[in-house]
C-alpha cells in the first residue's frame, strides 16, 4: 500500500516494522549467546575437551608432575639406599589373595640360589614367605626438598621384608624408587630447557620479523648456521667441554643450558614468519602512530596474538628436551652420578649381555615413551584447539 501524500504535498515517510531478515528475529538459545560472546581462550578450552587423547594427556603430565614435589614420600626407599643380598634381584609382583584368603596388597619374599655355571644369583619366589605391604609408614629417612629431615612413605616392604616393584639393580638400589626420583630430573630439565629456548627464540625471531632489512639477514644467517651444524655430535661435544670437576648441580644447569641454545632456530624462524603478517596489521600500525615503542608493540599486540601457537609449539618442543638429556645421559655425556635421572638409569643398560639377563634395566624406557607421547597428544590437542578453521 503506498503512503498518502501530506498537506504540503510530501509524501509521509514510511518504514516498515517487519524484520528486513527473518532469520535476525529469531531469538538465541542461551547456549548460543554463550558460545557468541564467549572468548578466544574459554573456546578453545571448550575445543581441547572434545579432544579424548589430549586430555587423558594433560591428566597424566598432571599426575607425573605433581609426583615431582613429592617424590620422597612416593619411593618406598631413598634413592641411594643399598640391599646387598638382593643385588639384581627380579620385580616382585603385588598379591591380594594367599591360598583362597584375602590378605590384603602382599608380595612373596625371595628364595635365592647362587648358580655358579651361570655365575649369577637366581631369585625365586617363596610362598611361604607372606609380606604384606605397609601403607603411610615410617621408612628410609629423606631430607625432603634438601629442607628437612623426613621419614614418611606412602608405601613400604614389611618389616624385615622387601618391596622392589621393579627389580634392583647392580648396586642392590630399588628400580622403582630410582625411576621416580629421576622423574624430578628429567621433567624439569625439558621445562627449563624450553624456557631458555623460548627466551631466546621470541627475542631473536620478535627483532628479525619486526624490524626486517639488515637486521633480519644477519639473524637468518645466524639460524642457518646453528641449523648446519649436526645436532647430536654438537650436543656431545659441548656436554663433553663441561669440567669434570663441577657439582652435579652446576652439571644439571650445563646441560640445561646446552639443550636450550640448541632447540631456539625453529622456534625463532616460526615468530619471524608470524611477525612480518602481524606487523602491517591495522591494529600494530594504530599503535605504531599513537607512539608506542617497539618493545611494546611486540610484548603487547603482537605476541599474545598467536600465544596459542606459543603454547602448541611448547608442548611438542619438550619432548625433544627430555629425549636429549636421555640421549646424552645414556652415552654418559649427560648428567652423572649421584644425579638420578631417566637417562642416568639407561645408562646401566648399555651392556647387552646384561640386559638379556636382567631385562627389568631397560625399565626407565616406559617412562620416557610414555611423558614423550603424552606431550605429542597434548600438543596435537591444543594445535587442534588453538587453530581458528578447525
Not at 591360598?99 to 648358580?115: A, C, H, I, R, T
Request: with cysteine.
Amino acid at each position: 500500500m503506498n503512503p498518502a501524500p501530506t498537506e504540503d504535498g510530501r509524501l509521509e515517510h514510511y518504514v516498515s516494522t517487519a524484520p528486513f531478515e527473518p532469520e535476525a528475529a529469531e531469538t538465541l538459545t542461551p547456549e548460543q549467546e554463550e558460545f557468541y560472546r564467549a572468548s578466544q581462550w574459554r573456546i578453545m578450552w571448550w575445543k581441547f575437551r572434545r579432544h579424548r587423547i589430549a586430555v587423558v594427556a594433560a591428566v597424566i603430565l598432571s599426575l607425573l608432575y605433581g609426583s615431582a614435589l613429592i617424590t620422597e614420600f612416593l619411593a618406598p626407599y631413598e634413592v641411594s639406599t643399598r640391599d646387598t643380598s638382593h643385588i639384581f634381584a627380579p620385580p616382585q609382583s603385588v598379591h591380594l589373595f594367599h591360598d583362597g584368603k584375602f590378605v590384603g596388597p602382599f608380595v612373596y619374599g625371595y628364595s635365592m640360589e647362587l648358580n655358579l655355571e651361570k655365575m649369577k644369583r637366581e631369585f625365586t619366589p617363596d610362598r611361604s614367605k607372606v609380606e604384606p605391604l605397609r601403607f603411610f609408614c615410617r621408612g628410609d629417612e629423606y631430607r625432603f626438598w634438601g629442607l628437612f629431615d623426613a621419614n614418611l612413605h606412602l608405601v613400604c616392604p614389611a618389616e624385615d621384608g622387601t618391596f622392589f616393584l621393579m627389580g634392583t639393580d647392580r648396586l642392590g638400589r630399588d628400580m622403582f624408587s630410582r625411576i621416580i626420583y629421576g622423574t624430578r630430573i628429567s621433567l624439569t630439565v625439558g621445562l627449563l630447557g624450553i624456557a631458555v629456548s623460548f627466551l631466546i627464540g621470541i627475542t631473536l625471531g620478535g627483532i628479525s620479523g619486526y624490524y626486517g632489512g639488515w637486521i633480519d639477514n644477519t639473524i637468518q644467517r645466524l639460524i642457518e648456521i646453528v641449523r648446519s651444524f649436526p645436532e647430536l655430535p654438537l650436543w656431545m661435544a659441548l656436554s663433553a667441554a663441561l669440567p669434570v670437576t663441577w657439582s652435579p648441580i652446576l652439571i644439571y644447569f650445563g646441560i640445561t643450558i646446552i639443550l636450550g641454545l640448541l632447540d631456539w632456530p625453529g622456534l625463532a624462524r616460526a615468530v619471524r614468519s608470524k611477525f612480518l603478517a602481524l606487523r602491517e596489521e591495522d591494529f600494530a600500525t594504530a599503535a605504531v602512530l599513537m607512539g608506542a615503542t617497539p618493545s611494546r608493540v611486540i610484548g603487547r599486540h603482537l605476541l599474545p596474538s598467536f600465544t596459542s601457537h606459543l603454547i602448541a609449539s611448547l608442548t611438542l618442543s619438550v619432548p625433544s628436551m627430555i629425549l636429549g638429556e636421555t640421549a646424552l645421559s645414556f652415552l654418559g655425556l649427560g648428567l652423572r652420578p649421584p644425579i638420578t635421572s631417566w637417562g642416568v638409569l639407561l645408562n646401566e643398560a648399555q651392556n647387552i649381555n646384561v640386559v638379556a639377563l636382567y631385562p627389568w634395566l631397560m625399565l626407565p624406557v616406559v617412562p620416557v615413551l610414555v611423558v614423550v607421547l603424552a606431550f605429542n597428544f597434548l600438543g596435537d590437542g591444543l594445535r587442534d584447539a588453538a587453530d581458528p578453521y578447525n
